[in-house]
């Protein structure tokens, strides 16, 4: 959904970018294998796995566990070295239910392995903002949070999950004024 130019340019930019970018590629028996994109979200101290992917012959063996695992300690010492750190780990991830095709892996599939990973979907009518100009809005979508990887486990604070969405909008642009937007905050209120 997100043009790869975008991350890429993201990517380059550092820490001039909003939201920052950052890519950790994974090898296995001296192969690469795949690999991880997170965006960090400084001012609410939150990131969000916006992908993960294995070669097809990879899957299978664990190595996501491993990638995914390996992926967070990545990030998590490179933010440390800068002074800053994650206090909630993000994701989407298509909604099961629906029967719309998907050109990755399959969804219970998705849902298996990040439920296998500590992951909890948030329980609000989510809507993913257009990743480029003239895309439209996502409202197959779930958002989820990966407990494991984040400072107080599963408990998320109303507040906390209203922050990481303004953030969230605010790097891609979108408004926070508009009524799907508003209806997320509804929703949690």
């Not at 979907?121 to 407990?147: D, F, K, S, T």
């Amino acid at each position: 959904r997100e043009p790869f130019a975008g991350i890429m340019a993201r990517i380059r930019a550092g820490a001039e970018s909003y939201p920052q970018t950052f890519a950790v590629l994974a090898w296995h028996q001296g192969a690469l294998a795949g690999g991880e994109i997170f965006d960090w979200y400084p001012d609410c101290g939150a990131a969000e796995l916006i992908y993960i992917a294995l070669l097809p012959g990879c899957r299978g063996a664990r190595l996501g566990d491993e990638l995914l695992r390996e992926g967070v300690r990545q990030l998590s010492r490179s933010l440390a070295e800068r002074g800053e750190t994650m206090r909630r780990l993000f994701f989407e991830t298509e909604n099961p239910f629906l029967s719309e095709t998907d050109d990755g892996m399959d969804k219970v599939s998705r849902v298996r392995f990040f439920a296998r990973n500590s992951a909890c979907r948030v329980p609000i009518r989510y809507y993913q903002p257009p990743l480029a100009p003239g895309a439209p809005w996502a409202e197959n979508l779930y958002l989820c949070m990966l407990p494991e990887f984040s400072k107080g486990g599963a408990e998320l604070p109303a507040g906390e999950l209203k922050e990481f969405l303004r953030c969230f909008f605010r790097g891609l642009g979108a408004s926070t004024d508009h009524p799907r937007f508003l209806e997320m905050l509804r929703s949690i209120d």
